[in-house]
């Protein structure tokens, strides 16, 4: 008796085994990863709603690459190299776009900063040969 209830355990947890989905651990932590590194760019302005609307949406497009490479159960060696490929590309995107100077700073709120706006207005209206630079005597 004791041989059958060992054999049927060993078969009830092989058959769940077959059954799970691909695991890709890596993967997974790695997405969060950077799921998080967005987030904290977000949170400090060192992203653009626009920069980090972006990233999510690779991030996303790598999800999706995820589970169709999941969807026959097995991942294979190759789909597991393009997910880290995939997953390459879009962490030295991340570090581009948080350190390329472009900053969302508190009280913006979503919008330009206008002072930035202000003063492309009036380097505009005063037109060329104006300003500091072209003071006589100024350098």
């Not at 190759?78 to 100077?101: F, T, Y």
């Amino acid at each position: 008796m004791h041989t059958l209830a060992a054999t049927a355990l060993s078969l009830a947890a092989a058959s769940a085994f077959a059954q799970a989905p691909a695991a890709t651990p890596g993967v997974d932590q790695r997405q969060d990863r950077q799921e998080q590194r967005i987030e904290q760019g977000q949170a400090s302005g060192a992203l653009t709603p626009r920069e980090a609307h972006r990233l999510e949406r690779q991030q996303a497009h790598i999800a999706r690459a995820e589970a169709r490479a999941k969807a026959d159960g097995t991942v294979t060696p190759g789909e597991r190299r393009h997910l880290h490929n995939k997953q390459d590309r879009a962490g030295q995107r991340i570090h581009a776009q948080k350190h390329d100077g472009q900053h969302m700073h508190k009280g913006q709120m979503g919008r330009m900063g206008q002072q930035g706006q202000m003063g492309q207005r009036r380097m505009r209206a005063s037109g060329p040969g104006t300003g500091p630079a072209a003071a006589p005597g100024g350098n």
